[in-house]
């Protein structure tokens, strides 16, 4: 009897000290899709693509599938077998490739059955969007200072310099395509364009190994330098976080609360967010790569737990450990101490530049006080050489060329 109750003890510890998981989010890149544009010399046209350019493929729609599948293996324990649109928010970017993506992807996690009347097979499930030009959430809007900050990048020393070691290849690879002026600044698409066509076995014979392996380069250096200013991974990155953020709070203070939000975008605004959180990822992600930001409890304790999966149909996510926490499970107090003060504010003031009312008056009183001790700083300095002058009756030299030029 006794020792019943010792083990029914030990396994009641055990439970309460298990880490449990609250909310599940996750920001994940659309499949496969056929490319963004082409190049001159390029046979494969666009009529020669299933639905034309940047379109979801066939196999894209498999890979979401199969990531969905995933996602019913990770959050099964907190979502019901049949969609609920009170467990579960979907947010996408507004484009064929990302929505059609959400939509696989959510086959795959909600595995489709016969409803109650037995005249569907297809379950529907809700998803929200938002156009391009007002997607701040997503990374998708016009924003002239992350343009203005990225071209500042380009005209880096080291961003020259890696044009100038690439030039060799530029030159070959505009006799292969028939396009002109192909520098770092300007590839033209032709990386994706190649690669993709690799994926579908339609690359031309020029795109070898090494040729692909080079385009492949090209595009992470310029992933690279896209997100290595702070300013561009708040702007960029730092809404998905906040979202993810707010929803975990409202979880703590027993609001309402989703178990699982989910973002289908781009490889651009994965990698804002990984750089938001300072994880260092200098590469394209791959199509249906995930970051998942799941919260967790233990012992009256919330964590934050971060995993990449960076492998296209890999079922084995790699943990990062965040800048300033003490370990990969990031106590959710600390995780708020470092990065809610990055958090950006309204995307009209973020991008356009324009100050809001509180700071507008901060930096009219930071005028006013300035002038003023500019103004008594000037009558002290005229006082004091103005009682200089009347107590010397010494020459005042005159400033001959040489003497002005080592003056300046």
């Given at each position: 009897?006794?020792?019943?109750?010792?083990?029914?003890?030990?396994?009641?510890?055990?439970?309460?000290?298990?880490?449990?998981?609250?909310?599940?989010?996750?920001?994940?890149?659309?499949?496969?899709?056929?490319?963004?544009?082409?190049?001159?010399?390029?046979?494969?046209?666009?009529?020669?693509?299933?639905?034309?350019?940047?379109?979801?493929?066939?196999?894209?729609?498999?890979?979401?599938?199969?990531?969905?599948?995933?996602?019913?293996?990770?959050?099964?324990?907190?979502?019901?077998?049949?969609?609920?649109?009170?467990?579960?928010?979907?947010?996408?970017?507004?484009?064929?490739r990302t929505l059609m993506s959400a939509e696989s992807n959510l086959h795959g996690?909600?595995h489709q059955r016969n409803i109650s009347n037995n005249r569907m097979s297809v379950?529907?499930?809700?998803?929200?969007?938002?156009?391009?030009?007002?997607?701040?959430?997503?990374?998708?809007?016009?924003?002239p200072i992350v343009n203005r900050i990225t071209n500042e990048a380009y005209q880096?020393?080291?961003?020259?310099?890696?044009?100038?070691?690439?030039?060799?290849?530029?030159?070959?690879?505009?006799?292969?395509?028939?396009?002109?002026?192909?520098?770092?600044?300007?590839?033209?698409?032709?990386?994706?364009?190649?690669?993709?066509?690799?994926?579908?076995?339609?690359?031309?014979?020029?795109?070898?190994?090494?040729?692909?392996?080079?385009?492949?380069?090209?595009?992470?250096?310029?992933?690279?330098?896209?997100?290595?200013?702070?300013?561009?991974?708040?702007?960029?990155?730092?809404?998905?976080?906040?979202?993810?953020?707010?929803?975990?709070?409202?979880?703590?203070?027993?609001?309402?609360?989703?178990?699982?939000?989910?973002?289908?975008?781009?490889?651009?605004?994965?990698?804002?967010?990984?750089?938001?959180?300072?994880?260092?990822?200098?590469?394209?992600?791959?199509?249906?790569?995930?970051?998942?930001?799941?919260?967790?409890?233990?012992?009256?304790?919330?964590?934050?737990?971060?995993?990449?999966?960076?492998?296209?149909?890999?079922?084995?996510?790699?943990?990062?450990?965040?800048?300033?926490?003490?370990?990969?499970?990031?106590?959710?107090?600390?995780?708020?101490?470092?990065?809610?003060?990055?958090?950006?504010?309204?995307?009209?003031?973020?991008?356009?530049?324009?100050?809001?009312?509180?700071?507008?008056?901060?930096?009219?009183?930071?005028?006013?006080?300035?002038?003023?001790?500019?103004?008594?700083?000037?009558?002290?300095?005229?006082?004091?050489?103005?009682?200089?002058?009347?107590?010397?009756?010494?020459?005042?030299?005159?400033?001959?060329?040489?003497?002005?030029?080592?003056?300046?």
């Amino acid at each position: 009897m006794y020792i019943y109750l010792i083990f029914f003890v030990l396994c009641t510890c055990a439970n309460a000290s298990r880490m449990k998981l609250i909310a599940g989010h996750v920001i994940f890149r659309h499949g496969d899709r056929t490319p963004l544009a082409s190049y001159p010399s390029n046979l494969i046209k666009e009529e020669n693509w299933p639905n034309g350019y940047g379109q979801l493929t066939s196999i894209g729609i498999e890979q979401q599938y199969r990531l969905g599948q995933y996602l019913r293996t990770r959050y099964g324990s907190i979502l019901s077998s049949t969609f609920d649109p009170r467990e579960i928010f979907v947010r996408s970017t507004d484009f064929d490739r990302t929505l059609m993506s959400a939509e696989s992807n959510l086959h795959g996690l909600y595995h489709q059955r016969n409803i109650s009347n037995n005249r569907m097979s297809v379950q529907p499930i809700s998803m929200h969007t938002e156009r391009a030009a007002n997607d701040f959430l997503l990374g998708q809007n016009d924003c002239p200072i992350v343009n203005r900050i990225t071209n500042e990048a380009y005209q880096s020393e080291t961003f020259k310099q890696l044009n100038e070691f690439y030039q060799p290849f530029f030159e070959k690879l505009q006799m292969w395509t028939n396009a002109s002026n192909i520098t770092l600044y300007n590839t033209q698409h032709i990386p994706d364009s190649v690669l993709v066509a690799h994926i579908h076995n339609k690359a031309p014979a020029w795109a070898t190994e090494d040729v692909r392996k080079t385009l492949a380069e090209i595009n992470n250096i310029i992933f690279y330098f896209s997100f290595v200013n702070d300013t561009v991974k708040r702007i960029r990155g730092g809404p998905v976080i906040q979202d993810i953020w707010s929803n975990m709070n409202r979880s703590v203070h027993h609001d309402t609360f989703y178990k699982l939000r989910m973002y289908s975008a781009h490889d651009t605004t994965v990698s804002a967010a990984l750089a938001f959180l300072h994880i260092h990822y200098p590469f394209q992600p791959q199509y249906a790569s995930a970051l998942f930001i799941d919260l967790y409890k233990q012992n009256q304790t919330y964590y934050v737990k971060v995993e990449y999966l960076n492998v296209t149909d890999s079922n084995k996510p790699q943990p990062y450990l965040l800048e300033g926490c003490p370990k990969v499970e990031c106590p959710l107090d600390i995780f708020t101490t470092i990065y809610q003060p990055r958090f950006p504010g309204k995307a009209e003031v973020e991008c356009e530049n324009k100050p809001s009312s509180s700071s507008r008056s901060a930096k009219a009183m930071v005028v006013f006080l300035s002038s003023i001790v500019v103004g008594l700083f000037l009558i002290t300095l005229v006082t004091t050489m103005f009682r200089k002058r009347q107590a010397s009756v010494q020459y005042i030299p005159v400033l001959t060329r040489d003497s002005a030029d080592k003056a300046i």
